[in-house]
């Protein structure tokens, strides 16, 4: 798509920036509440457009809902890609992967965005996404980390486990059994 110009307005973005600029809005407003539980016309708010632009670029709530989801996995895959570095052994290159991951997920709502998908799996079209998404992640990892499937099947254990330790805020509970689930996890 081309730039279109506006009648003394200078210029003004296309159709694609636009989709994109409200699908990074989606992330973080889905990622409060869900699918189920939020309207479009939040992310179109949140997003500065109209609910009705929002309907004429994405089909539907559900679409738009599945493009966040597809953006917050390739989000993770391209940020894991970029820690790993070029050199190393596939274990020291996962490590960097973590710390990628940890870096990105400062702001909740990637992580929060993932939980919202998985919990509404019931719907095809979000179940094919997360499964889409695993998938990206997981090439991704293999790819630049060379690790071997055991090695990659617990990196990505160990960040859904993460997962849960960061939202149940689990570094705050002292106590024997959540010691023992946040023991030796990093989420500073």
């Not at 407003?29 to 004429?56: D, I, L, N, Q």
């Not at 702001?107 to 499964?131: F, G, N, T």
């Not at 889409?132 to 990505?156: E, H, N, Y």
Request: some cysteine; aromatic content about 6%.
């Amino acid at each position: 798509m081309t730039e279109t110009r506006s009648r003394g307005a200078g210029i003004r973005s296309t159709a694609e920036d636009q989709r994109v600029r409200i699908v990074a809005r989606a992330v973080d407003v889905f990622a409060v509440s869900g699918y189920k539980a939020t309207p479009v016309a939040e992310v179109a708010g949140a997003a500065k457009v109209s609910p009705a632009y929002v309907f004429r670029l994405f089909d539907g709530k559900l679409g738009l809902f599945v493009a966040a989801v597809d953006d917050c996995y390739a989000q993770v895959a391209a940020a894991l890609v970029a820690g790993v570095g070029d050199d190393g052994t596939p274990t020291e290159r996962l490590e960097r992967m973590t710390q990628a991951y940890i870096e990105l997920i400062r702001d909740r709502s990637l992580i929060a965005l993932q939980v919202h998908a998985q919990s509404a799996c019931d719907v095809p079209e979000i179940k094919d996404a997360v499964r889409r998404g695993l998938a990206t992640v997981v090439r991704a990892v293999a790819d630049a980390s060379g690790a071997d499937p055991d090695a990659i099947q617990r990196f990505i254990a160990y960040g859904q486990l993460c997962h849960l330790v960061v939202q149940a805020g689990l570094a705050d509970v002292d106590t024997a059994w959540a010691r023992v689930v946040d023991h030796g996890i990093r989420h500073d």
